[in-house]
């Protein structure tokens, strides 16, 4: 299968397409997917998902979850339009990226942890490509290869020459740079040593394939228990009182969605200007 895109890219007024790929599963695909979704919906943004992955359906359920809390408890939480893709390679991601194309101001779409042909073309078709990795040489090893004594990183993997075809092609097709993010998440057992040297390797690697780093989100219990009533850090009132964790976790979000860099031009106006400042986390 070619590297290059399959459907027409965004035109202009179209939504901004922000794509979560990894080919590794257990990175945080998910959890960011939808906690960036419901952040830019907060801020006023219309926001639609497209849960590529037909069979764990992560981003897809979370955002069930939350459309029943909100039928149960009658509260109002902001809940971005989804579906989710079949899977099929000549399936129905066509369709719904055509849908989600209009009357939109972002579109988030979220990949399965495998190589996925129709995971490929939503890398052709964004705007703001995001790889999270965790902080792990075995993460590490997806996008890179380093020696095993000097850490030293040694030449770029499988897929990071994909997504630099990919990104060829699409300035070719249109004109469009893929801004690529490497979404830096953080794992608690992991020991300063090798965060260093994991580091290092990432600073390397970027210059060489131009992808930017961005710090991501820490290993925490919480986003495992909001999952049932498809809650997020940003619905702290829906939850009760937020410990220091909470806290911690949340200004993580912040620091994410600032380093995502998205255009407020995406965003309407009004909701620009009326957007406080903590809205974005």
Known sequence: MDNKPHLAGPATGAPHVIVFANEKGGTGKSTTAVHTAVALAARGGRVACIDLDHRQRTLGRYLDNRAATVKRTGQELPIPDHATGDGRADGNFEDLFAQYSDGYDFLVIDTPGRDDPCARTAAALAN?????????????????????????????????????????????????????VVLRNRLAYVDARNMRRVSEALDQLSRRVGFRIIPGLGERVIYRELFPAGLTL????????????????????????????????????????????????
């Open 128 to 180: 703001t490509l995001v790889t999270p990795m965790n902080d792990s040489f075995v993460d590490f090893d997806l996008i890179g290869q380093v020696d095993a004594e000097t850490f030293k990183v040694t030449r770029p993997s499988f897929y990071s020459e994909l997504i630099w075809d990919v990104r060829k092609a699409r300035a070719k097709a249109d004109g469009t740079t893929i801004d690529w």
């Open 234 to 281: 940003l619905d702290n009132k829906s939850f009760g009182g937020m410990g220091l964790s909470h806290v911690a976790a949340r200004q993580e979000l912040r620091e994410m969605m600032a380093g995502f860099a998205l255009p407020d031009a995406a965003l309407p106006a009004e909701a620009t200007a009326a957007a406080a400042p903590s809205a974005a986390a």
